[in-house]
T-cell receptor, first 114, second 117 residues
Framework: DAGVIQSPRHEVTEMGQEVTLRCKPISGHNSLFWYRQTMMRGLELLIYFNNNVPIDDSGMPEDRFSAKMPNASFSTLKIQPSEPRDSAVYFC????????????FGAGTRLSVL | AQTVTQSQPEMSVQEAETVTLSCTYDTSENNYYLFWYKQPPSRQMILVIRQEAYKQQNATENRFSVNFQKAAKSFSLKISDSQLGDTAMYFCAFMKPHQGGSEKLVFGKGTKLTVNP
């Protein structure tokens, strides 16, 4: 299996620009998670989906952030407009229904907002 | 809300020696799951070991084992026969059970482990 695939691997953008991060979960997994990692706050959940339905988006910082999961094999995290404080590594993870609650992580997207 | 605390920001150990990383957590749940994830410099998050709270037996995975003390809300990771490839950030994480899917992971701040030759 190819694992969780995230793109791009690195993203550099200027303040005010729109940024879209992409995630392809492992085939057959029904839960998908977006986490953000920063030096100050560590790893924290932004949002997660079960069966393509958002379950908990309490970690989404503000209205500038939005996430979608139009089907079981694809999800996006969009930031519009981006700000320097959004600079972080963004991880996507997926989990199958019968997994003993194990989450499998992608390689992450390192976002730098200048 | 659940919290996870890793009190050791950095640790080092000599190759082939044993090291223990500490983790405590706070929850009012009776059933839950605990995890240790490893993040090497490549930044990939890799599951090391998993423990179910209702199981009294400590989980083991080859050179990795845990000391799970439910009453004390403690979940330490022991790495035996440390190898250079064990150099990484180690994160302790907590998860509540969820019906029909999965739940979010709540992570500690991490412990940076360096294995010296």
């Amino acid at each position: 299996d190819a694992g969780v695939i995230q793109s791009p691997r690195h993203e550099v953008t200027e303040m005010g620009q729109e940024v879209t991060l992409r995630c392809k979960p492992i085939s057959g997994h029904n839960s998908l998670f977006w986490y953000r990692q920063t030096m100050m706050r560590g790893l924290e959940l932004l949002i997660y989906f079960n069966n393509n339905v958002p379950i908990d988006d309490s970690g989404m910082p503000e209205d500038r952030f939005s996430a979608k999961m139009p089907n079981a094999s694809f999800s996006t995290l969009k930031i519009q407009p981006s700000e320097p404080r959004d600079s972080a590594v963004y991880f996507c993870a997926s989990s199958p229904r019968q997994s003993k609650n194990i989450q499998y992580f992608g390689a992450g997207t390192r976002l730098s907002v200048l | 809300a659940q919290t996870v605390t890793q009190s050791q920001p950095e640790m080092s150990v000599q190759e082939a020696e044993t090291v223990t990383l500490s983790c405590t957590y706070d929850t009012s749940e009776n059933n839950y799951y605990l995890f240790w994830y490893k993040q090497p410099p490549s930044r990939q998050m890799i599951l090391v070991i998993r423990q179910e709270a209702y199981k009294q037996q400590n989980a083991t995975e080859n050179r990795f084992s845990v000391n799970f003390q439910k009453a004390a809300k403690s979940f330490s990771l022991k790495i035996s026969d440390s190898q250079l490839g064990d150099t990484a950030m180690y994160f302790c994480a907590f998860m509540k059970p969820h019906q029909g899917g999965s739940e979010k992971l709540v992570f500690g701040k991490g412990t940076k482990l360096t294995v010296n030759p």
